[in-house]
């Protein structure tokens, strides 16, 4: 049974899969003889708590996002293209200079 719960987690992520869906696999599962009742009870309930953390987690990620966002930083890439920018500003003034000469 532990070998089946991990292939079920890993093969289906914890917060894609519905109840709906978790309730069907075991079922067919208990009906298949690959499970016993109370193995797929216990498995369901184990994935169905798995997805609750899971979607528990997505919404503290969210959160941080929207923080993040409010406030105002600029990104690794924007700060790449602006390093870039200055880079051909100061090649260009250089290159002004050194004609003035």
């Known amino acids: 049974m ?3 719960k991990k292939l079920l987690l890993s093969a289906v992520g914890a917060a894609a899969i519905s109840v709906e869906k ?4 075991v079922t067919e599962l208990i009906e298949k003889g690959k ?4 193995e797929g009870k216990e498995l369901r309930e184990e994935l ?3 997805k609750k953390e899971s979607e528990e987690d997505l919404v503290k990620k969210e959160d941080l996002n929207g923080i993040i966002d409010s406030l105002n ?13 200055v880079a051909k500003l100061e090649e260009q003034m250089k290159t002004l200079r ?3 000469l």
């Open 2 to 4: 532990e070998e089946l």
């Open 22 to 25: 978790i309730d069907s696999t």
């Open 35 to 38: 499970l016993s009742v109370k």
């Open 48 to 50: 169905v708590r798995r």
């Open 73 to 85: 930083l600029v990104s690794k890439r924007e700060l790449e293209l602006l390093e870039e920018r």
């Open 98 to 100: 050194d004609s003035d």
